[in-house]
């Protein structure tokens, strides 16, 4: 039996991705009461199936010199205002041979009109700062690209958001307007164990890859592209900076740190739908092959995981990689005559800032109310503390982790799970975890933390015993649909490592289909 | 120095061989890298519990089981060695661990459903004295589960809150005060069980415990093969406990290996660990000797029969290369048939992944067999996971498997270099 | 001695590529004999590959318990996916050192070579004071030298300066073979050098001892790659034409072999080392070949000898399988059990620390229970630090099998 629940607030936002959590806090420190629902878990579209790179604009200084100046500036801010979420790693521009020999002065250039700081190093300097790149590279130069962590962006901004009066939902799907006279005046949402409705004034949609559907829920209709990326996860880290290559952006040429992993991607493929993402052998082969040309070795390197996300391309200008990264806020009252409903489509995850600050200030205007928004100076950590260790600190303090080393890859200790154990909201949720705390993230992915975590969960009465069985299975067979694209050598013999524990031992793979012992 | 039998793999099954072959007088090396996939598992041995092709029902007789395979399954490795061949084994095997320290259960005649961490059964068929207390639980009787508390892989209260929910009268207390370190693994916290510990322990359980309970404890005694740990601990807590596996490291995996392990070495089995074995070369039609490697040293080994019981994926006996399955020593065809799916896209279902039931086919003398369909080579044979047609795992077979295949390659090998008549 | 610098470490992309195949199965915490009886270690898979992928290069070290690792290569020895743990955490500890700096007491038992050098100069006087109970308590309080641990007496003549003394046989027809003897042999026991020498001039060898140095094995195994390298260059530059020209390397310590032939290549990248590698055995198996190709029966012993064996864990890191346990066993008249029973806990120098005194002695207790048990006459080993240790624990002689196998003619 499903609960229902009335609720009311002045705005909703739907999407728990950057933007959506990045308008639930401006909203939040404006004093404007806001709830945000989201279908999953934060950061489940593109934000979390990105590269998670802070782009310094390097990438868009040629082809698109506005998003470019766009990036640099809003890096700078969240370098500034969100340290905790961003590992200052630098990047680097390698030029390589059967690279077009004109483009690298071009992009010089153009990083210099746009204001991104360069600074030129020569091929042996290059190869003492990342000695793992090709070392045919000819030219190279700087830039200040940096790693961020999408899952702790968007969590800090929801922990603001909710320290200063706002709401979120998670794991909860919106199913309906409630429309009258030509305005949005309600939401309708389902989850797990309620339904119900929110009365709001106002509708934000920062749905991303689903902002089609939303809107098409209300009666609008958006054009959007959407087009897939996949990337995969290695194993350890290649390389101490963002690699890009001088060369108009392509598949595969972008390799960044990650904590102590590399990520490698990415592709661009139309697709129908951000849901049912299928990750082809095709693009892993690719993926590989261009990870070679950039760090040699890199074919044979072991990975991780494979994961595949959406590109929210508006439908202006342009296909896929071609179309504008630029973003763009729509009023539906103006645009559609429907009032109450605005959207935010496009963007990029390092412009989520600026995305969410226009659509406050819309939102804002819309509701009389003219207080400015304060997110590029506010720093981010001062309304959401919550632990988070970077690399090198997570090494030094194993000894010390309390309660024990839950997650021996990843290092995160029993405390730490605690201490976000009580953001699921008593619904028990490995993956859940796993955003929060790297949990499952390293090169078992989850394989012997996973249990360990479940008991904490148990045992702090947020998981029932009648949900032991199906937390962990979801978990792993989520956790399997992102090994199976590149089960090779090595991780094969993880799996079967895995799957000797949790069938042979455990007993799990007939869980599904027996009744109950005895 | 060419040696009767050489036999590639340390796990059950070329501990198994090794020991067989010796017993005949053949002079035997036992070659690998390590411990095998024993040190990971529960330390029980599975014959067989949910045979191919058939419904999630246990089976409950393990030999019949094996029998009913055996008929129905020409290409399984129990229908090459027969019922009689495997429980056989199963006895020969338990008298072993009982002389290495570490008995195992002989009762052959039906599966035995041993708790787990989770709070599912495993159902198996040897189990060792230290888990006796615990199997087939039936609901009526009252359990005390204990914990330690900072045990990483152990949750007492979990534990008893999903057995309570299956109908089980069962409550749980956590120790406190016990030092775990820093990483909590039973491997630490077993550190403190070794003399004094043990005593203090089953005084606390005798304090805790209520008439008529029996009690459960996370795998914590010595990672050694003496029972006399365990036993010692149930005379002081005077009331039956045992154990209940978890996650890696498993003590009782390790127990029986090393057990095992002694058996060998007392029955003048030569080991030569850490090393791992690249290559073949020929001599003569046979093979000749086998080239180990650890690190840049390599070595060649002769002898006059080879036994290959190196494992499967895990254990590097069979590697994925793509999409291809292969074995890597003596380049042996594997029974994969052409497009078919190595893995399964759910990670844990019933009926597996194709992947665990691929392998080396083999004649019934237990030779693998080459291109041709005959064997490959007269004088190697092979044993273990590494056999094709059955699914060590899914099948919950493994154990069986490995302990027969093994002991029968081992005495064939040291009958085909001269050493006892075939049985 | 502590000076912190940030300073690259040593190879470290190669380093980033050999943890790779760790699949976390945990195999190598159970063989760890160190993690088993202290906390204070997190064990091999912490160490090795679990940390590995956080050490950024230019970070500081922060592995202050990287000391604890023994070297011992158990970990190595038993992984089934060829991780090699026990190099990834000797070059921690080689970055570790970089930045930080080592004990005195590591410095000096990694330079034991000088230190054994001085000594055997001063036989008469440094084995009083060794075996002054004052002198050693001293020795600890200022050098952090455990006064309890076993430490070699010095001979009074070296083995270099001994066999110049000694006819080396010109037997064209044998096997011509390079004897690299080592520290021990050299300021210890020469006797034993020169029963080495004998047996395999008897197994028809001719025997060649050129100009060595230490191994290093020491350095390397605290993480003093720069040291170790120089003396792996030296004995490169000392010996290796030598061996072009010979059949076989021969060695009768477990560490010397394996400090030539794999740590110099695996560890310094020393590639020209790899002469070494190809050329080198160990005696015991030399001298079985030698002893079957020439259809030789091994004299009956003098009295019936009930003998232990003990596997040094460097001996098991060689590969080698147990060439001594196959020839003692064919002796009439001996009767050998192998012991089995995991690490002496000298480790080397390792146990020689006074920090690590407590720990060595709870590793080594499984072996002298199980000698005790056994109750041998003697306990053989190829290993002078487990014979060394396992004589302080239990009593018992310990022996090279070279001397078992001496004492037949």
């Not at chain 1, 949720?429 to 390293?442: A, E, F, K, P, S």
């Not at chain 1, 029932?464 to 199906?470: F, G, H, N």
């Not at chain 3, 309080?141 to 010109?170: C, D, M, Q, T, W």
């Amino acid at each position: 039996m499903l609960r229902e629940t009335k609720l009311k607030t002045d705005v909703v936002i739907v999407g728990g991705g950057a933007t959506g959590c990045g308008i639930a806090r401006d909203l939040a420190l404006r004093g404007i009461d806001a709830l945000l629902i989201e279908q999953k878990d934060v950061a489940y579209g593109a934000t979390g199936r990105c590269h998670g790179l802070l782009h310094s604009g390097v990438r868009y200084a040629v082809s698109d010199p506005h998003a470019a100046r766009e990036c640099i500036l809003e890096n700078q801010i969240i370098g500034r205002v969100a340290p905790e979420c961003v590992e200052p790693v630098g990047g680097m521009v390698i030029e390589l041979p059967g690279d077009d020999p004109s483009y690298f002065l071009k992009l010089l250039e153009a990083c210099r009109s746009a204001g991104i700081k360069t600074i030129q190093i020569t091929p042996g300097e290059a190869k003492a700062l990342e000695p793992a790149i090709n070392p045919k590279v000819t030219r190279s130069f700087l830039v200040p690209d940096s790693s961020i962590d999408p899952f702790l962006l968007c969590l800090q901004n929801l922990r603001a958001a909710e320290r200063h009066g706002g709401r979120y939902l998670l794991h909860t799907k919106v199913t309906g307007f409630t429309i009258s006279s030509g305005k949005v005046i309600g939401v309708k949402f389902e989850s797990d164990d309620e339904h119900g409705e929110v009365q709001c004034k106002l509708v934000i949609l920062a749905a991303g890859g689903w902002s089609k559907q939303m809107a098409a829920l209300a009666g609008v209709n958006i054009p959007m592209e959407l087009s897939k990326g996949s990337l995969i996860i290695m194993n350890r880290r290649f390389t101490d900076r963002v690699i890009n290559r001088s060369r108009l952006p392509s598949d595969g040429d972008l390799l960044i740190p990650n904590g102590p992993t590399s990520i490698i991607g990415t592709t661009s493929i139309p697709v129908p739908s951000a849901d049912g993402l299928l990750i082809e052998t095709s693009e892993i082969e690719l993926l590989m092959r261009q990870g070679d040309v950039m760090t040699p070795g890199f074919e044979k390197a072991r990975s991780l995981r494979a994961y595949a996300g959406v590109r929210p391309l508006l439908a202006i200008g342009g296909q896929g990689r071609e179309a504008t990264r630029g973003f763009l806020v729509i009023d539906h009252e103006k645009t559609d005559g429907i009032s109450g409903l605005i959207s935010i489509l496009g963007g990029k995850l390092t412009t989520y800032r600026l995305m969410a600050e226009k659509t406050a200030d819309l939102a804002a205007e819309k509701l009389g109310s003219n207080v400015k928004c304060q997110t590029a100076e506010r720093p981010l950590f001062e309304d959401a503390i919550l632990p988070h260790y970077h690399r090198s600190e997570r090494l030094s303090r194993i000894h010390e982790v309390e309660g024990g080393l839950v997650c021996e890859c990843e290092m995160v200790g029993r405390k730490h799970i605690l201490e976000v154990a009580h953001e699921l909201k008593g619904r028990p949720d490995l993956v859940d975890i796993q955003h929060r705390t790297r949990l499952g993230m390293g090169s078992c992915q989850g394989g012997f933390c996973a249990f360990r975590a479940l008991m904490i969960l148990v045992e702090e009465g947020i998981c029932p015993p009648d949900k032991v069985e199906s937390v962990l299975l979801s978990f792993l067979n989520l956790r399997w649909k992102g090994i199976m694209p590149i089960l090779r050598d090595d991780m094969a013999r993880e799996e079967h490592l895995n799957y000797a524990i949790y069938a042979s031992l455990f007993d799990l793979d007939r869980a599904a289909h027996q009744k109950e012992d005895p | 120095m060419i040696y009767d039998v050489a036999v590639i793999g340390m796990g059950l099954a070329g501990m198994s061989a090794a020991l067989s072959a010796s017993e005949m007088g053949a002079t035997a090396a036992l070659i690998g890298s390590g411990p095998g996939t024993l040190n990971l598992a529960s330390g029980c041995i599975d014959v067989m519990a949910y045979p191919p092709n058939q419904d999630n029902l246990p089976v409950d007789d393990p030999i019949a089981a094996v029998r009913q395979v055996a008929s129905e399954f020409s290409e399984h490795p129990y229908a090459i060695l027969g019922d009689k061949a495997v429980a056989k084994t199963l006895s020969w095997i338990s008298a072993h661990t009982a002389a290495g320290g570490w008995p195992l259960s002989s009762d052959l005649s039906k599966n035995h459903r041993v708790l787990t961490a989770v709070g599912r059964f495993k159902i198996t068929c040897l189990v060792p004295e230290s888990y006796l207390a615990g199997i087939d639980l039936p609901l009526y009787k009252p359990l005390l589960i204990l914990g330690i508390s900072g045990l990483r892989d152990f949750s007492a209260p979990m534990l008893a809150e999903v057995l309570q929910m299956k109908g089980y009268k069962v409550r749980s207390t956590v120790l406190q005060g016990i030092p775990v370190g820093f990483q909590g693994h039973s491997l630490g916290v077993s550190r403190f069980f070794s003399e004094s510990g043990i005593k203090q322990l089953g005084l606390q359980i005798r304090g805790f415990v209520r008439p008529g309970e029996i009690v459960g404890i996370p795998p914590i005694l010595p990672p050694m093969p003496d029972i006399q740990y365990f036993r010692e601990l149930q005379k002081v807590a005077g009331v039956e406990v045992f154990e209940i596996p978890t996650l890696p490291p498993s003590l009782p995996g390790i127990r029986l290996s090393k057990a095992l392990r002694a058996r060998c070495v007392s029955s003048g089995v030569e080991l030569w660990e850490g090393v791992h074995a690249l290559s073949m070369e020929e001599s003569g039609g046979k093979i000749g000797s086998l080239l180990l490697a650890a690190g840049p040293n390599q070595r060649k080994l002769q002898a006059k029969t080879f036994v290959m019981a190196t494992g499967s994926y895990l254990s590097g006996g069979i590697r994925v290369k793509g999409d291809t399955v292969i074995e890597p020593i003596f380049d042996l065809p594997i029974n994969q048939k052409e497009r078919m799916p190595l893995f399964s896209t759910s990670f844990l279902s019933s009926s597996g992944h194709n992947a665990g039931k691929l392998g080396v086919g083999v004649d019934s003398s237990l030779r693998p067999l080459g291109k041709n369909g005959r064997p490959a080579w007269e004088n190697l044979f092979a044993a273990g996971d590494i056999l094709a047609g059955h699914d060590p795992l899914a099948e919950r077979c493994g154990g069986g498997v490995a302990a027969s295949s093994g002991r029968i390659a081992g005495m064939n090998a040291a009958v085909a270099a001269g050493k006892g008549k075939k049985s | 001695m502590k000076a912190i610098r940030l300073v690259p470490s040593a190879p470290e992309p190669v380093a980033d590529i050999m943890f790779d195949p760790c699949v976390k199965c945990t195999i190598c915490m159970e063989a760890c004999p160190v993690a088993r009886v202290t906390d204070s270690f997190p064990g091999p898979k912490m160490a090795g590959p679990d940390a590995q992928r956080f050490r950024g290069r230019f970070e500081q070290s922060t592995d202050n318990w990287i000391e604890l690792c023994s070297s011992c290569r158990s970990c190595q020895t038993v992984c089934p996916s060829n991780v090699p743990i026990a190099d990834i955490n000797i070059l921690a500890k080689a970055r570790h050192r970089m930045q930080t700096g080592s004990s005195m007491a590591t410095a000096i038992l990694s330079h034991a070579h000088l230190v054994a050098k001085f000594g055997a100069s001063f036989a008469p006087i440094a084995n009083k004071s060794m075996r002054s109970k004052a002198i050693r308590l001293f020795a600890e309080k200022l050098f952090g030298v455990s006064a309890h641990a076993p430490l070699p007496s010095f001979a009074s003549k070296k083995f270099s300066s001994e066999i110049k003394n000694r006819i080396i046989s010109n037997d064209r027809d044998g096997l011509t073979v390079v004897y690299f003897h080592g520290c021990y042999t050299e300021n210890n026991r020469p006797d034993l050098g020169l029963m080495v020498i004998d047996l395999l001039e008897r197994f028809g060898c001719r025997v060649q001892v050129p100009g060595q140095n230490c191994c290093g094995v020491a350095l390397v195994g605290v993480g003093d790659l720069k040291s170790a390298y120089r003396l792996a260059y030296r004995n490169y530059k000392k010996m290796a034409h030598v061996i072009e020209n010979s059949d076989y390397l021969v060695f009768a310590s477990p560490s010397c072999q394996l400090a030539l032939t794999a740590e110099y290549t695996e560890l310094l990248h020393f590639h020209k080392a790899r002469i070494f590698t190809e050329k080198s055995i160990d005696l015991m198996s030399l001298l079985e070949h030698q002893i079957e190709a020439k259809g030789v029966q091994l004299p009956s012993a003098q009295k019936p000898m009930k003998l232990a064996y003990h596997t040094a864990c460097h001996l098991k890191a060689l590969g080698i399988g147990l060439p001594a346990v196959r020839v003692l066993r064919s002796i009439e008249g001996i009767d050998l059990t192998v012991l089995d029973a995991g690490c002496c806990g000298l480790a080397g120098t390792f146990g020689m620390k006074a920090v690590n005194r407590d720990i060595s002695l709870a590793i080594g207790k499984a072996v002298a229970d199980r000698i005790y048990e056994l109750n041998p006459d003697m306990v053989v080993s190829e290993c002078e630090g487990c014979r060394m240790m396992i004589e302080s624990m239990t009593g018992k002689p310990a022996m090279h099998p070279a001397e078992i196998l001496a004492a037949l003619f």
